[in-house]
C-alpha cells in the first residue's frame, strides 16, 4: 500500500506555485502574495491603482518607477522598490518584475520555481505610451492574465486617432462657445491624454484638483505632457470657450461643474467603444481610450507567451475561455476581487 502511494504521489501534477486566497494570490513557495486585497505580511503590488494597491500591509514590493506613486496614494509604508528585470530569491523561488505598459510603474510579477515559470500580468496594454514603460513579452508555463476587455468587438483605435479627435472637439466647443469637460481616470488615464495633446492646444489644459498629485508624479518621471493649469487658480468671470478641462468621472453633475456655466462633455474609456455606453453615461462624446488590452493583445500575448495553462481574471471571459480551448490550452476563469478604474468614480 506505501509503495503504491508513493507512485500515485510520484505521478501526480505539482502543486500550483500561485494560489488564490480571501487575501489574494499567493505564493507558498515564497511566502508572499501579489496585489493583495486584505492585510498580509507581504505583498508584491503591480501598480498604483486602487483596486491593486491597498493599505495594512506588512510590506510592499514594487517597481521603482512606481513607488512615488504608490507613497502618494498609500501614505508612508515599508516599500522595497525592485529595478524591472531584476531578481530576487524568496523561499524557494525567484521573482523579478517586468513592464506591463498599463500606466507608469504598471509591473508584471515573474515567479520562477524550479523549472516551472508563473507570470502575473497584472492590468497590461501593448500599444506604444510614452507614459509608461513598454509592455514586455514574457515566456512562461502558467499566465495569469486581465480579461477586462476579453471580447472580440472590443479592438482600439490608435491613440493618435483619438486625440485628433479631441483636437476637433475642442475647436467645435470654442465655436459654440463651451467648454470641453474631459472625464478621465485620474492616474494614468489623465496622464496619457495631457501627453497626446502637448503642443497640439492654444491654452493650457485645466484640471480638476484630483489630477494634480499623479500629473506631477509623471512629469517629476520625466515625461512631457501638455501645459496645464490648475482650475482653483483661474478667476471665476473667465471666458472658458474652447477650454479644455480634465476632470475624474466623480465631478460629473457635481457644483464643481456649475462654474464652466456652458459644457460639453465628454469620456476617455475603452468602454467608449460601445455607443451604448456613453447614451447611458449622458454625454455628448465618447473617446476610446484604454490603458487595457483589446481582444488581439490579449490573444497575442497568450499565444505568445508559449503558456500551456491560463488563469483569466479581472472581466468577462465567457468568450476567452472557449475560444483558448479551442486552440488547445487549458484555460479557466480566476474569480479575484480586482475592479475596473475605468468605470470608477475616483
Given at each position: 500500500?506505501?509503495a503504491?502511494?508513493?507512485s500515485?504521489?510520484?505521478n501526480a501534477?505539482?502543486?500550483?506555485?500561485?494560489?488564490?486566497t480571501?487575501?489574494g494570490?499567493?505564493?507558498?513557495?515564497?511566502?508572499?502574495?501579489?496585489?493583495a486585497?486584505?492585510?498580509?505580511?507581504?505583498t508584491?503590488?503591480t501598480h498604483?491603482?486602487s483596486?491593486?494597491?491597498?493599505i495594512?500591509?506588512?510590506?510592499?514590493?514594487?517597481?521603482?518607477?512606481?513607488?512615488?506613486?504608490?507613497?502618494?496614494?498609500?501614505g508612508?509604508?515599508?516599500?522595497?522598490?525592485?529595478?524591472?528585470g531584476?531578481?530576487?530569491?524568496?523561499g524557494?523561488?525567484?521573482?523579478?518584475?517586468?513592464?506591463?505598459?498599463?500606466?507608469?510603474?504598471s509591473?508584471?510579477?515573474r515567479?520562477?520555481?524550479?523549472?516551472?515559470?508563473?507570470?502575473f500580468?497584472?492590468?497590461?496594454?501593448?500599444?506604444?505610451?510614452?507614459?509608461?514603460?513598454a509592455?514586455?513579452?514574457?515566456?512562461?508555463?502558467?499566465?495569469?492574465?486581465?480579461?477586462?476587455?476579453?471580447y472580440?468587438?472590443y479592438?482600439?483605435?490608435?491613440?493618435?486617432?483619438?486625440?485628433e479627435r479631441?483636437?476637433?472637439?475642442?475647436?467645435?466647443?470654442?465655436?459654440q462657445g463651451?467648454?470641453?469637460?474631459?472625464?478621465?481616470?485620474?492616474?494614468?488615464?489623465?496622464?496619457r491624454?495631457?501627453?497626446?495633446l502637448?503642443?497640439?492646444?492654444?491654452a493650457?489644459?485645466l484640471l480638476?484638483?484630483?489630477?494634480?498629485?499623479g500629473?506631477?508624479?509623471?512629469?517629476?518621471?520625466g515625461?512631457?505632457?501638455?501645459?496645464?493649469?490648475m482650475?482653483?487658480?483661474?478667476?471665476?468671470?473667465?471666458?472658458?470657450a474652447?477650454r479644455?478641462?480634465?476632470?475624474?468621472?466623480s465631478?460629473?453633475?457635481?457644483a464643481?461643474?456649475?462654474?464652466?456655466k456652458q459644457?460639453?462633455?465628454?469620456?476617455?474609456?475603452?468602454?467608449?467603444?460601445l455607443?451604448?455606453n456613453?447614451?447611458?453615461?449622458?454625454m455628448?462624446r465618447?473617446?476610446?481610450?484604454s490603458?487595457?488590452?483589446?481582444?488581439?493583445?490579449?490573444?497575442?500575448?497568450?499565444?505568445?507567451?508559449?503558456?500551456?495553462r491560463?488563469?483569466?481574471?479581472?472581466g468577462?471571459?465567457?468568450?476567452?475561455?472557449p475560444?483558448?480551448?479551442?486552440l488547445?490550452?487549458?484555460?479557466?476563469?480566476l474569480?479575484?476581487?480586482?475592479?475596473?478604474?475605468?468605470e470608477?468614480?475616483?
Amino acid at each position: 500500500m506505501l509503495a503504491a502511494s508513493a507512485s500515485a504521489s510520484a505521478n501526480a501534477p505539482p502543486a500550483d506555485v500561485i494560489t488564490l486566497t480571501d487575501k489574494g494570490l499567493y505564493c507558498a513557495a515564497g511566502d508572499f502574495y501579489i496585489d493583495a486585497w486584505k492585510p498580509v505580511h507581504r505583498t508584491f503590488v503591480t501598480h498604483g491603482h486602487s483596486d491593486h494597491a491597498h493599505i495594512g500591509m506588512g510590506e510592499y514590493y514594487c517597481s521603482t518607477t512606481s513607488e512615488p506613486i504608490l507613497r502618494w496614494r498609500l501614505g508612508e509604508q515599508n516599500i522595497h522598490a525592485l529595478p524591472f528585470g531584476q531578481t530576487i530569491t524568496m523561499g524557494e523561488v525567484q521573482v523579478s518584475l517586468h513592464p506591463a505598459g498599463h500606466i507608469l510603474g504598471s509591473a508584471q510579477v515573474r515567479v520562477q520555481h524550479g523549472d516551472a515559470v508563473w507570470v502575473f500580468t497584472g492590468d497590461f496594454k501593448r500599444e506604444p505610451d510614452p507614459t509608461c514603460e513598454a509592455f514586455e513579452l514574457l515566456r512562461c508555463d502558467n499566465l495569469i492574465c486581465e480579461a477586462t476587455f476579453a471580447y472580440p468587438v472590443y479592438a482600439w483605435p490608435t491613440m493618435a486617432h483619438e486625440v485628433e479627435r479631441i483636437e476637433r472637439w475642442v475647436a467645435h466647443c470654442k465655436e459654440q462657445g463651451k467648454a470641453a469637460v474631459l472625464y478621465a481616470y485620474s492616474l494614468g488615464k489623465a496622464q496619457r491624454v495631457l501627453a497626446g495633446l502637448a503642443g497640439k492646444l492654444d491654452a493650457p489644459v485645466l484640471l480638476h484638483g484630483a489630477m494634480a498629485r499623479g500629473t506631477d508624479i509623471y512629469r517629476q518621471a520625466g515625461i512631457a505632457l501638455a501645459a496645464t493649469e490648475m482650475v482653483a487658480d483661474v478667476p471665476t468671470d473667465t471666458d472658458f470657450a474652447g477650454r479644455m478641462v480634465l476632470a475624474p468621472p466623480s465631478a460629473q453633475d457635481s457644483a464643481w461643474l456649475r462654474r464652466f456655466k456652458q459644457v460639453e462633455q465628454g469620456f476617455a474609456s475603452g468602454w467608449m467603444l460601445l455607443r451604448g455606453n456613453r447614451r447611458r453615461r449622458n454625454m455628448q462624446r465618447g473617446f476610446v481610450i484604454s490603458d487595457h488590452a483589446d481582444w488581439q493583445e490579449l490573444v497575442d500575448t497568450i499565444t505568445e507567451s508559449g503558456a500551456q495553462r491560463v488563469l483569466a481574471t479581472h472581466g468577462n471571459t465567457d468568450a476567452l475561455i472557449p475560444y483558448l480551448q479551442s486552440l488547445g490550452i487549458q484555460a479557466e476563469r480566476l474569480r479575484t476581487a480586482y475592479g475596473d478604474e475605468e468605470e470608477a468614480a475616483e
